[in-house]
């Protein structure tokens, strides 16, 4: 059932025995080296970790950036059935934690190759044509809780493209990818450099009515605002709202009616509602 060398053609898991294993080296130390991408420096030379069984499976087999696999010993066989000839390295519990440097409880944890930032430019990623199509807007999101759930329920609300602003904290952050369940290495992305450039050509070059969600002064209620076929949700960072460029480049500003007293929602939890409301997907 096992290989231990790594040259077996049948579609078995690598068993390791040895912590310090080589092939093992970017599953290593995997929270300090989490806290040390978050200062800005890529600890995984243009790779990124996803972690459970529903989050890798769902990269898997919809991508092709899994470079290796590492598995408890229940779960290695399976992800050796279904890894499409990616390694699969199978390890105890023990040998796991002393890699990670963790208590490692999820079973399976995948090394993936980090898209190049070249291809996810607008003219890489948006689609051809005038059909209709919703995109979600980040700017300046940096809770990693929150940017996973907003790539979460983006999915959820038939999110075509998600846009980032230049200042959004990493998509393929570990935990991020994880609180998506894993739609954040998935879903079609670009990672904008010119915020004002690209929102410009988001709204006169692919025709998309962009609405800005804020509950300042300058907001309209959602329900005053109709869905449009191409529709871009600009969701702003957790506290400041959206910012001055995209202020001034949205066809609107809607606010959520709210209880008197309560005057904001998690943006994640707001994105869902302007998701739902604007919306041109169809949703069963």
């Known amino acids: 059932?096992?290989?231990?060398?790594?040259?077996?053609?049948?579609?078995?898991?690598?068993?390791?025995?040895?912590?310090?294993?080589p092939r093992l080296e970017v599953f290593r130390a995997?929270?300090?080296r989490d806290l040390k991408a978050r200062l800005g420096s890529d600890t995984r030379g243009g790779r990124f970790l996803a972690e459970s069984p529903l989050v890798v499976e769902r990269i898997l087999t919809r991508t092709t950036v899994v470079e290796s696999l590492l598995c408890d010993e229940m779960h290695a066989l399976r992800y050796a059935q279904i890894s499409g000839g990616t390694p699969v390295y199978a390890a105890t519990r023990e040998t796991l934690d002393a890699v990670t440097g963790y208590q490692f409880h999820r079973g399976v944890i995948a090394s993936c190759r980090r898209p190049d930032p070249s291809t996810m430019t607008?003219?890489?990623?948006?689609?051809?044509?005038?059909?209709?199509?919703?995109?979600?807007?980040?700017?300046?999101?940096?809770?990693?809780?929150?940017?996973g759930q907003l790539y979460r329920n983006a999915a959820a609300f038939g999110v075509g493209v998600v846009v980032l602003s230049p200042d959004c904290h990493?998509?393929?952050?570990?935990?991020?990818?994880?609180?998506?369940?894993g739609y954040s290495a998935t879903l079609p992305t670009v990672i904008s450099q010119d915020w004002s450039?690209?929102?410009?050509?988001?709204r006169d070059e692919f025709g998309l009515s962009l609405v800005g969600a804020d509950a300042g002064a300058a907001s309209v209620s959602i329900s005053s605002v109709p869905p449009c076929p191409r529709?871009?949700?600009?969701?702003?960072?957790?506290?400041?709202?959206?910012?001055a460029i995209a202020r001034s480049h949205v066809h609107a500003i809607v606010r959520i009616p709210m209880a008197e007293?309560?005057?904001?929602?998690?943006?994640?939890?707001?994105s869902s509602?302007?998701?739902?409301?604007?919306?041109?997907?169809?949703l069963h």
Do not use: Q, W
């Open 273 to 282: 509602i302007c998701l739902h409301r604007l919306s041109s997907a169809k």
């Open 122 to 147: 607008l003219d890489r990623v948006m689609p051809s044509g005038r059909d209709p199509l919703t995109v979600l807007l980040l700017d300046g999101i940096n809770n990693i809780d929150n940017m």
């Open 170 to 181: 990493d998509h393929l952050y570990r935990k991020t990818v994880r609180v998506s369940i």
């Open 261 to 270: 007293g309560v005057d904001s929602l998690n943006v994640a939890t707001a």
């Open 197 to 202: 450039s690209d929102l410009s050509r988001l």
């Open 231 to 243: 529709v871009g949700v600009i969701m702003g960072n957790e506290f400041n709202g959206i910012g």
């Open 30 to 32: 995997v929270r300090d």
């Open 1 to 21: 059932m096992y290989d231990r060398t790594g040259m077996s053609s049948t579609p078995n898991p690598i068993i390791i025995d040895d912590a310090a294993d």
